[in-house]
């Protein structure tokens, strides 16, 4: 397991833009697919974006495509969440994720073993 720090959370209005930050420690980096998932208040934990080991590929919900952009620097161990055109329903608690890459399954939380203690985005209307 790798550890997991969340950075950038915050409170915004409608339409703008944050930086999320999860920086990683532990064992090797470079080899983790790394997530970032939400949960609003009184909703169920929801995927939003997903990158490869490699960074090659990306993966995003439906709800953030063409907002959300995910990127990582596996030579700082840090993968970032760039969040545009911010609406209130995308308010929650953001949690950084880590889990082996084998290729697959990359929207599915169990297949992530290492998690931040989360960072709370608030977007105001």
């Known amino acids: 397991q790798v550890q997991l720090v969340e950075s950038g959370g915050g409170l915004v209005q409608a339409g703008d833009s944050l930086r999320l930050a999860c920086a990683a420690s532990g064992r090797t980096f470079s080899v983790y697919r790394m997530g970032w998932f939400r949960r609003a208040p009184g909703k169920e934990r929801e995927f939003v974006a997903a990158i490869s080991w490699s960074g090659g590929s990306t993966y995003f919900a439906d709800s953030v495509k063409g907002r959300f952009t995910i990127s990582r620097d596996n030579a700082k161990n840090t993968v970032y969440l760039q969040m545009n055109s911010l609406k209130p329903e995308d308010t929650a608690v953001y949690y950084c994720?880590?889990?082996?890459?084998?290729?697959?399954?990359?929207?599915?939380?169990?297949?992530?073993?290492?998690w931040g203690q989360g960072t709370q985005v608030t977007v105001s209307s």
């Open positions: 994720a880590a889990g082996p890459d084998s290729g697959s399954h990359y929207y599915t939380g169990i297949f992530y073993d290492s």
